[in-house]
């Protein structure tokens, strides 16, 4: 079946990076964006960017350019999202979505990866 | 960049009972491309509604979406047990900015 799978829990100290990574299988890599979203705990969704696995092109939020980058590796039909310069606020649980494919109709995010969690703390 | 605003914050229900859930857009949805999810605790997103009204696979007909331009409404016919959850607003053209979020508590 369809489905992202997420790497696991990070701990991470004040102005470290951390990469989390998601693993798509069950359809064609290449054809659908990959959008990454976080969520601070007990707050709401926050979009932070996209990755067109095909061309490896990607958009980034105004709040998170400069310390974000999202690259992939289609070998392995895996998206990665690494965000620099760690802070307590970035203390989430960020998710990765399959959205549109790359020529095609505009979609929601119909498939979700289970979550990574993200804890920065000294 | 849209900005979606959900209303209520936090709505009380008991099983049965029907449910009403407002995302007010800051501009023209263009496309009516209005999301639903439903998110409970220690779980991501669902996908409920796109299209502003259509059902995503595997959704019961209890839920329903409606509204077009900067006005949208998602119902929930009758709470099962299973229901109680937050609800996000999407609008998923060029921002994918999302709502705040209403949570459905039992009460």
């Known amino acids: 079946q369809v489905q992202l799978v997420q790497s696991g829990t990070e701990v991470k100290k004040p102005g470290a990076s951390v990469k989390v990574s998601c693993k798509a299988s069950g359809y064609t890599f290449t054809a659908y964006y990959i959008h990454w979203v976080r969520q601070a705990p007990g707050q709401g969704l926050e979009r932070m960017g996209w990755i067109n696995p095909n061309s490896g092109g990607t958009n980034y939020g105004q709040k998170f350019q400069g310390r974000v980058t999202m690259t992939r590796d289609t070998s392995i039909s895996t998206a990665y999202m690494e965000l620099t310069s760690l802070t307590s606020g970035d203390t989430a649980i960020y998710y990765c979505?399959?959205?549109?494919?790359?020529?095609?109709?505009?979609?929601?995010?119909?498939?979700w990866g289970q979550g990574t969690m993200v804890t920065v703390s000294s | 960049e849209i900005v979606l605003t959900q209303s209520p914050g936090t709505l009380s229900l008991s099983p049965g009972e029907g449910a009403t859930l407002s995302c007010r857009a800051s501009q023209s949805v263009s496309n009516n491309y209005l999301a639903w999810y439903q998110q409970k605790p220690g779980q991501a997103p669902r996908l409920l509604i796109y299209g502003a009204s259509s059902r995503a696979t595997g959704i019961p007909d209890r839920f329903s979406g409606s509204g077009s331009g900067t006005d949208f409404t998602l119902t929930i016919s009758r709470l099962e047990p299973e229901d109680f959850a937050v609800y996000y607003c999407q609008h998923y053209g060029d921002s994918r900015t999302f709502g705040q979020g209403t949570k459905v508590e039992i009460k």
């Open positions: 979505a399959r959205a549109s494919p790359i020529s095609g109709m505009t979609l929601a995010y119909e498939i």
